[in-house]
Structures are given as C-alpha cells and as structure tokens.
C-alpha cells in the first residue's frame, strides 16, 4: 500500500534569508495577483518567486530555474545531510477553539490511480498540469508539498512522532494567526516505524490533485528518456505532507458557489426535488448534510433547500453532489452560468446582493470519512469540493528529484 521514504531536504539558510515569515508563501492555487505582489515585496528570496515566477509563457519556468539555481549556488538553499522526515504543525484558531493539526512530510512513492494506493476526490483541469508539468522540470523540484490524509484511529503514528520531535528548524506565526513548526527526524528506527505503520493503508489526496498528477506524468516522461528504471529513482516519489484523518485539526470547510446567471424562476423551479424553505440570512449556514442554501439578489430572499427524495447509496445524500445533479446537472447549466467559487460566505454574500451574479449556493462541511466513502467507491467528487483549512505553507522544504 502507501509507501513512504524519507529524503534530503532542501530549506532556507537561515544566515542568509533570517525571517523566516519573509520567505514562506501560501500554496500557489490560492495566491491573488495582489497577495503575489505582497509576497515579492517581503524579500528577493520569498517562495512565491519559483511558485509563480515572473515572465510570460516559456520565460516563466526559465526565471524559476534560473532563480532556484542560484539560491542553491549561493546557499540561500541548503541541502540536507541525512534523510529524514519533516513533522509539521500547526495551531490556529476556527470558530472560537484552539486546534492543532499535526502531520509530517515524507516522499510518497507514485502510484497510478488504478491501484487504490493513493486516492484522489477531485476532477482536475488539463492546463493546470501543464503548468506544474513546467515547473517541475524546470527546476527539477517538488516546490510544494501534496497534502494527503491517512486513516489511523490508534493515532501510533501522531505518538511515536510526538515522542521523536526536539528543538524545531522553523517556528513562524503566518496569516491569520497560524503558527507552522517544522521540525526534523533522522532517526532511521523512528522513520522505518512510521513506514511499518502505514504500509497497510491507502492515503487521500486532501489538496494538490494537479500537483500529484503532475508527478505521474513527470515519472513517467523520465521512465521515457531513461529508457525505464533498474531501481527505484527519485522521479518515483513526491513530496506529501500526511496528516491523520481522525485527527482533530483535520478542519474540512466546503467550497461555496455563485453563478453569474440562474435562469428564470429558479426558486419555484427547485420546489419539483427540493422541499424550499425561507430563512433569514443570518441563518443561512445552519445546514445538515444534505441541505444547501440559496443566496438571492434580496437579502430578505434566502432559501434552505431539502431533497424531497434519499439516495440508496449515503454519500449520494450529501449537499455537494446533489447540487452539481439536481441544481446545476439539471435547472443551471454551470459552462454557461458563469460559476465561481469561494471559501467565504461572506463573498457570496456581497457578490450576489450587489447584483453582480443573480444566485450563491451555500454548502454545509465534510468530514474525512465522507470523502473516502466516495472514492472507494470509485467515485470523485465534483471541482473545488472541499477547502482544507488551514493551508500548509510553500517555501518549509524542497524536495529534489535528483540523487
């Protein structure tokens, strides 16, 4: 099953680069043109410069190369003596409790999807992996961790790291008043019993589904131009950060949407599947798990909508999937209505009473376990389902795909 190693990390050089907090970054994929602007302007070293380099079209990943070549040249970058194993926490606060999320960074060994090892929720899009497909070779890296989930209701493995963990390397407050710790385990029996501890389970891909089908189609370009391995190489793993599934920073918030154009009398239209009840806004997210909410140009006009029928199989009952068939498979065509998402209600809120879109769609949260009924099932769940909270950070470790 999910097959772990540990690698020679490359980080930051802290005599050359000092804050810390000047040179990580948010992943790539939530990053705005402002926010982008922002991280350039904290240091000449931050993350964000490789992640989204500047330039146009080919020019982009040729600034990235040149860029990380010389971090490494001039020993911004530093490289790890010993293989090791990278554990990551972080402590926030979500909804007025304390939580943290505690997990590691490890290489995964690639697997294609066909074997269940590793298991993706989403649907991607073709020129997202190009564009990371660029990347990759360009600096011939892992720049940012997937972010996987494993199951383990013992928690042995949240144990024996937390018995393992000393003086850590990086120990930074970010956005939103998240503190990230990364520390380092190079302890060989440490490590061989956390690989021992997953070697039975299958992973989920929480975030990075594009980033990890990039390392599939980056795997595989290399098998070509080698000519196919006489080992294990370092194109067969990715960079993941693994974090327990029952574990109690696991916060799994859903992606909302907003459609620019809803038809014509789509509230009565919703009444022939969905029992609709009138709610006030305030309201508007006190939702059971099949329930969803619809936003009006009239903040007085907000509806909660309840299947009037039950799915055989229960993951079918669950508010995201009978949006995308009963809403948008059925009443809204999502190609032509213009669909946005957001992880703020807030937005929703703003983008459809100032008449920008005519409708929002309020969705309630998943657990863990939802998620991997529907892909055992052999199943995915739709574009921008779930929003992991908080974000892992970019800029703690490199992983390179070269001895």
């Known amino acids: 099953m999910a097959e772990i190693e540990p690698f020679r990390g490359i980080r930051y050089n802290e005599e050359a680069v000092g804050d810390f907090s000047k040179v990580i970054a948010p992943p790539y994929d939530v990053i705005s043109p402002r926010q982008r602007e922002e991280l350039y302007a904290k240091s000449p070293f931050n993350a964000v410069r490789i992640e989204l380099p500047e330039g146009e079209g080919k020019e982009r990943y ?44 490890a290489n995964v060994k690639v697997e294609d999807f066909d074997k269940r090892i590793v298991l993706p929720h989403e649907q991607t899009f073709r020129k997202h992996k190009e564009d990371r497909l660029a990347l990759t070779i360009a600096c011939n890296s892992n720049l940012s961790q997937i972010f996987c989930v494993y199951p383990d209701a013992s928690g042995k493995i ?27 385990i190079s302890d060989p029996r440490i490590i061989r019993r956390v ?75 919703l009444r022939e599947d969905f029992e609709v009840e009138r709610v006030a806004l305030e309201h508007s ?17 907000t509806f909660r909508l309840t299947p009037r029928a039950t799915r055989e199989k229960e993951y079918e009952n669950l508010a995201v999937i009978i949006l995308h068939s ?29 008449g920008e879109f005519e409708a929002g769609f309020l969705l309630p949260k998943l657990k863990s ?35």
Do not use: C
């Open 62 to 105: 040729e600034n990235a190369k040149e860029i990380y070549s010389k971090w490494l040249r001039d020993r911004v970058l530093i490289r790890d003596d010993e293989p090791s194993i990278y554990p990551y926490y972080q402590d926030f606060e979500f909804e007025g409790e304390r939580f943290t999320r505690k997990g590691f960074i």
């Open 369 to 403: 376990e939802d998620i991997f009924e529907v892909v055992l099932d052999g199943t995915k769940m739709p574009h921008k389902t779930t929003y992991f909270y908080p974000k892992i950070l970019s800029g703690l470790v490199f992983s390179p795909l070269w001895r």
């Open 158 to 184: 949240e144990e024996d790291i937390d018995e393992s963990i000393g003086k850590p390397l990086v120990d930074v407050t970010f956005e939103e008043g998240i503190r990230n710790t990364l520390w380092k």
């Open 195 to 269: 690989k021992n501890l997953l070697e039975d389970k299958s992973i989920l891909i929480a975030d990075g589904h594009h980033r990890y089908e990039t390392s599939i189609n980056f795997r595989n370009l290399r098998r070509k131009e080698t000519g196919g391995n006489s080992g294990p190489m370092p194109w067969d793993y990715v960079m993941t950060y693994l974090s327990r599934g029952e574990g109690q920073g696991l916060i799994i918030n859903p992606t909302h949407r907003i459609a620019r154009s809803a038809g014509v009398n789509l509230i009565d239209n």
């Open 326 to 354: 009963q809403v948008f498979g059925k009443l809204i065509e999502e190609d032509k209505a213009g669909v946005r998402y957001s992880k703020f209600p807030e937005e929703v809120f703003e983008n459809v009473h100032n």
């Open 285 to 301: 997210l006190d939702l059971g798990a099949d329930q969803i909410s619809v936003v009006t140009k009239d903040p007085e006009r």
